[in-house]
């Protein structure tokens, strides 16, 4: 179940297998890393170069990007792998004494690293999802510690999608029923709990007292954090099936 490493993972280096692509892995952390600090210089001096620089349009570009990146990576996923799986060099592959976790691996691997530049443009805008206040997300989660946790479940459901898209890829073993099915099961399955989370939140919100309690800082994380990564965890097991 846990990961090898992805320069022994047979599929990973298969299907990556691109001497001009256009960002390496160290590029692509230099590049979040540098985006993320002007982004949380800008937003700390609450200075702006230019319009297009300013910290509202930061936090207008996060609350954009991050709800959307689980549908795109499930159909990269799914993309990825359907295409792949219905190759005679992925039968071939199940032939030989790679597990079929490593094959999971290796297209959740490839996936986040298709997706690389991304990543590192969330990571860059992180800062003003934590500390941004345009859209009024310090009055709706007051606390910058609580806008972490739903950072953190955010990420969470960004490697659910990409799961989702995997499993679907290996299901179908062709590219349009995953590309199909992987966004639209995503939807349906992050949008209740979404709504779940906001309406626990609201409920424990009339108690002022509530806020600082043990158990609603459990919840919130169970709910918002934890349930993503166990969802990914049930798909990676159907996805080890079907590989």
């Known amino acids: 179940m846990l990961p090898t490493n992805p320069k022994t993972n047979p599929v990973f280096q298969r299907l990556t297998r691109h001497p001009n692509a256009p960002l390496t892995l160290q590029e692509t952390a ?17 200075m702006s170069v230019s319009l297009l620089l300013t910290p509202w349009y930061f936090e207008i570009a996060a609350w954009l990007l991050y709800p959307f990146a689980p549908l795109i990576g499930a159909t990269m996923a799914a993309s990825i792998t359907g295409r792949d799986a219905s190759t005679d060099l992925h039968q071939l592959m199940r032939q030989t004494p790679v597990a079929r976790t490593d094959i999971v691996w290796g297209y959740i691997f490839t996936t986040f690293y298709r997706l690389r530049a991304l990543l590192a443009l969330m990571v860059a805008l ?9 859209l009024g997300i310090p009055y709706i989660f007051p606390h910058p510690g609580i806008r972490l946790v739903l950072a953190i479940g955010l990420w969470g459901a960004i490697l659910f999608g990409v799961v989702v898209g995997v499993s679907e890829g290996l299901l179908h073993k062709k590219v349009f029923p995953g590309v199909v099915a992987a966004p639209f099961g995503v939807t349906v399955i992050l949008v209740p709990l979404a709504f779940t989370g906001r309406s626990l939140f609201y409920l ?17 994380s169970i709910l918002i954090v934890w349930s993503p990564y166990l969802l990914s965890l049930l798909f990676f097991r159907l996805a080890s099936r079907w590989a």
């Open 30 to 46: 230099l590049l979040a890393g540098g985006l993320g600090f002007l982004v949380l210089t800008i937003r700390l001096s609450k």
């Open 126 to 134: 992180l800062p003003a999802l934590l500390f941004g206040g345009v």
């Open 204 to 220: 424990l919100s009339e108690f002022p007292m509530a806020g600082a309690t043990l158990g609603f800082v459990v919840i919130m």
